[in-house]
């Protein structure tokens, strides 16, 4: 369960919306990105990827935008869905094989 | 069939104790990782093999030991247990393809209490 104290930027979002978590990088070598999703008890849980080479790719429902002229990374949800409240984690790649963690987002979907 | 296991889910266990965690891929990935998470929810990597070979080794006390005894499984050994070692440990693995990692997948992680 979640620690006592724990306070995590909390995104609010009205179910059928859409959610932006944005996410800010440090290392301008990094050139690839992955968003993940976790929720309580369970293991980060892989959503999209992009790489250095690309500044946008879609999936079902979520697009990532990278914009590294100043090292920022956004995951777009369309239409926010109950299932959609976890915690989301950007990560970066600055060397081959390791992944640096953001601080996580929390997405609160509210009906 | 799950893709990253790890065993056991929850492990409580009194300082000074040695204590394993293991983990298997059923993925055919050739590199496997330890991430610890902290009360903060914060993600760290501690390790990696690549194809059995430690390639990534992060500033992790030397309590701490991995082996990979072949590409599908990666465990991980504490030696004289603290109580700052309570976290949530979670294995991962990846495939490399023309130098790239792809495919990088979480286990749902071991929760570790030290008393």
């Known amino acids: 369960g979640e620690s006592v104290g724990l306070h995590l930027p909390t995104l609010s979002v009205q179910e059928g919306d859409n959610s932006i978590i944005n996410c800010a990088y440090s290392?301008?070598?990094?050139?690839?990105f992955i968003w993940y999703k976790q929720e309580s008890g369970k293991g980060p849980q892989f959503i999209i990827d992009?790489?250095?080479?690309?500044d946008k790719r879609q999936g079902q429902r979520v697009t990532v935008l990278l914009n590294k002229t100043v090292k920022h990374l956004s995951l777009q949800i369309a239409a926010t869905q109950p299932g959609d409240s976890a915690v989301y984690f950007c990560?970066?790649?600055?060397?081959?094989?390791?992944?640096?963690f953001g601080a996580g987002t929390q997405v609160v979907v509210t009906p | 069939d799950t893709a990253v296991s790890q065993t056991p889910k929850y492990l409580v266990t009194q300082m000074g104790n040695d204590k394993s965690i293991k983990c298997e891929q059923n993925l055919g990935h050739d590199t496997m990782y330890w991430y610890k998470q902290d009360s903060k929810k914060f993600l760290k990597i501690m390790f990696s093999y690549n194809n059995k070979e430690l390639i990534i080794n992060e500033t992790v006390p030397n309590r701490f030991s991995p082996k990979s005894p072949d590409k599908a499984h990666l465990n991980l050994h504490i030696n004289s247990l603290e109580l700052g070692d309570s976290a949530v440990y979670f294995c991962?693995?990846?495939?490399?393809?023309?130098?790239?990692?792809?495919?990088?997948?979480f286990g749902s992680g071991t929760r570790l209490t030290v008393v």
């Open positions: 990560a970066e790649s600055p060397s081959w094989g390791k992944l640096q």
């Open positions: 992009i790489r250095s080479n690309m």
């Open positions: 991962a693995s990846s495939q490399t393809r023309g130098g790239l990692v792809y495919g990088y997948t």
């Open positions: 290392n301008s070598a990094s050139d690839y």
